[in-house]
């Protein structure tokens, strides 16, 4: 991607953003009405499990990102390693708790950074620097701060939580203050779309390259079904979807010119 491919998609992502946002503001309570289905078997398969491969995805990241300011090979490891142990901690007093939720999360985040290790043991951690730069970033600018924030200040009501009639439906433009509701944004949408630093991984291959296609398809399809998820189960609207993945797309590609673009010559 070169600059002006950069910006041709920064403002398709922003123009397509303020128009949908014009018809969630219209019509989030009727396409809610219409769609939300709360005993939807996939609905509630994203709605319980959509989350967890995010967080797996940030403790790769973050390890790879960490060890990669360290230059020698074996130390490198070190913050694998304590994501390893955190994850295994948390692990165990899950299995004690019999949560399986936490269970099933804290195995995929072991899991997943063992095999990163096993795969990239004698690698230069370094080489994966500016992409984890970017999965590291991601997950603060929006799962941490964006969504945890708005939706501290916001107060929305979910949809599943309104009262009869719904009179106490709010449009997403209009917040509430502190309410202890915390419909607007979604955020296991922001942690769906933790993966799509992987786009960049693939940007340069051709379009008919297997890897390229699998991973556009994979990533995306993610994204959009814990998204969708999480509006047929009724606990977000899909404005608190849309929210979430506009800052996930545009942030991803701000960090994408700062780690890859701002250098170019």
Request: avoid cysteine; hydrophobic fraction near 50%.
């Amino acid at each position: 991607m070169n600059r002006k491919s950069f910006y041709t998609y920064l403002w398709i992502i922003i123009i397509a953003w303020v128009i949908l946002a014009i018809i969630f503001g219209i019509y989030d309570l009727q396409i809610s009405i219409f769609w939300v289905n709360e005993n939807s078997l996939w609905g509630n398969f994203g709605a319980d499990y959509g989350e967890y491969p995010g967080y797996a995805f940030i403790a790769l990241g973050l390890s790879a990102y960490i060890g990669g300011y360290i230059k020698n090979l074996k130390t490198q490891k070190i913050p694998a390693y304590l994501a390893i142990l955190y994850g295994g901690i948390m692990l165990v007093i899950s299995l004690l708790d019999l949560n399986e939720r936490k269970i099933i999360e804290y195995l995929m985040i072991v899991l997943s950074v063992v095999i990163f290790i096993i795969v990239n043991w004698n690698t230069d951690l370094r080489k994966y620097r500016k992409i984890s730069g970017i999965i590291s970033f991601l997950a603060i600018i929006n799962p941490l701060l964006f969504v945890q924030l708005v939706k501290l200040f916001w107060g929305r009501v979910r949809f599943r939580d309104l009262a009869p009639g719904y009179t106490n439906f709010t449009p997403w433009f209009i917040p509430q203050g502190i309410t202890g509701n915390s419909s607007f944004p979604s955020g296991h949408t922001a942690m769906g779309w933790m993966f799509l630093p992987l786009l960049v991984g693939v940007e340069k291959k051709e379009w008919k390259n297997p890897i390229k296609i699998i991973t556009v398809i994979s990533v995306l399809g993610w994204g959009l079904f814990v998204g969708l998820s999480r509006i047929v189960v009724g606990a977000h609207y899909a404005s608190d979807v849309l929210f979430s993945t506009g800052v996930a797309a545009i942030a991803t590609l701000l960090l994408y010119h700062r780690f890859f673009l701002s250098k170019e010559k």
